[in-house]
């Protein structure tokens, strides 16, 4: 009786127990208009500790004008945290995609610091004192790039130290908000994610030498069935060199592409929960670990409705991957 009861003792348990049940935070992104569905929001409120608002928090969205600020998506998701205690993490302040059409190279010619610490200030003081983590810069390497720094409109106008005085902005900022640095290429297995890893430790390693305050690295955790998957071995040496630095780690974008997956919609499921187990099983395993987060709960707002990439199901049923992260936090 005792062996068949385990697997399901875990059933009836939200993924956000299992993680608290760790020490752990787990959460997702979603949007405004995700939560107008009353049976999604009450879903992601069983299932989510911590939210991330998947665009509304991005610049283009913020400060659509200079100096004319649109705050009514991100207020509207900080007010559901606050109304469901859930914590709420800001995605992201300096980014090289979905700016304002108007913050381009010419409106940052005269090298306005403003642009990029005055935004920093305006909207962390906002939410001062109510953010779990910030990502305060995001993709901003580029492994072959000069200084394997991504060439971006900031690079262009400030050079590799805008990524110092963003941080150094955000701090002043928020100082009870933990900063992230978040990026994708790490997770994988391949030469070029060999070649990610080596970039992120240095970058890394020279920015706290500078003393820059970066508390945190984000793993985005976008994986996928086809081409490179996760190398265990190196995932967790890479991990421990980032614990090794003093740094938090935070999953915050986990979701698993099964696009070139079986048509058979079992066997898919399973792959994509096997291929979150593998990262999970490795990121969990590090004691920095503090947050995962999906990017989104439920497969019903992913942009085709084939796509299987999410915890939940189009119906909200759990599926497969929904029982490994289960399972990967309670092991
Ligand atoms: C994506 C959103 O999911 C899309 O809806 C939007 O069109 C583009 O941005 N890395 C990030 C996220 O840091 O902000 C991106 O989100 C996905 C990749």
Redo the contacts with the bound molecule.
Sequence with gaps: MATALRPSLFEDVPLRASAAARGMVYGC?TSTFQLRDADFAAALVREAAIIVP??EM?RGVIEPAPGRYDFSGADALAAFARGHGLQLRG??LV?H??NPDWLDDDALADGDESLLTGYIETVMSRYRGRIHSW?VV??AIAPGEPGDLRRTVWLKRFGPSYIDLAFHAARSADPKALLVY?D?GCELGAPDNDRFRAATLAFLESALARRVPIDALGL?G?LGLQGPQVDQRKLRDFLGHVQTMGLRILVT?HDVDDSGGSPDIAARDQAVADASRRFLDVALDNRATIAVLT?GLSDRYLDRPDWRRLPLDANLKRKPMWRAMSAAFSA
């Design positions: 992104a998947e665009y991005k995605h992201p980014w995609k979905r990502d995001n993709e978040n994708w985005q976008h974008e990017w």
